[in-house]
């Protein structure tokens, strides 16, 4: 069953920050990750979540997912996404 990661980031510096988007697909690929959602226009019809940066990234299964976000490759550039943007959630859900 395929498995989403779903991230909500605030972005504090954009010109730093994509020293790490630009990194990112190079980590997915091995695990068979694409990008369904990636920063674009979001609004809220319902609830209190008031999204700054959405990302939606599909993976074959949770296991999958689970190896990409423990992988030494996301690893490295995980601390350029740490020092620039504020994660408000990082989540693995399994869906169809």
Same mark, same amino acid.
Request: glycine share 8%; net charge negative.
């Given at each position: 069953?395929?498995?989403?990661?779903? *991230?909500? #980031?605030?972005?504090?510096?954009?010109? %730093?920050?994509?020293?790490?988007?630009?990194?990112? =697909? /190079?980590?997915? +690929?091995?695990?068979?990750?694409?990008?369904?959602?990636?920063?674009?226009?979001?609004?809220?019809?319902?609830?209190?979540?008031?999204?700054?940066? *959405?990302? #939606?990234?599909?993976?074959?299964?949770? %296991?999958?997912?689970?190896?990409?976000?423990?992988? =030494? /490759?996301?690893? +490295?550039?995980?601390?350029?996404?740490?020092?620039?943007?504020?994660?408000?959630?990082?989540?693995?859900?399994?869906?169809?």
């Amino acid at each position: 069953m395929a498995a989403y990661v779903i *991230v909500d #980031v605030e972005v504090h510096d954009p010109d %730093a920050y994509t020293a790490y988007t630009s990194r990112v =697909p /190079a980590t997915l +690929e091995p695990f068979g990750g694409r990008f369904l959602v990636r920063g674009g226009r979001s609004e809220t019809l319902e609830g209190d979540w008031w999204p700054q940066r *959405v990302v #939606v990234i599909e993976f074959p299964d949770l %296991a999958t997912a689970k190896a990409w976000h423990a992988s =030494p /490759a996301y690893a +490295e550039i995980l601390p350029i996404r740490q020092g620039h943007a504020r994660t408000n959630f990082l989540t693995v859900v399994e869906g169809v």
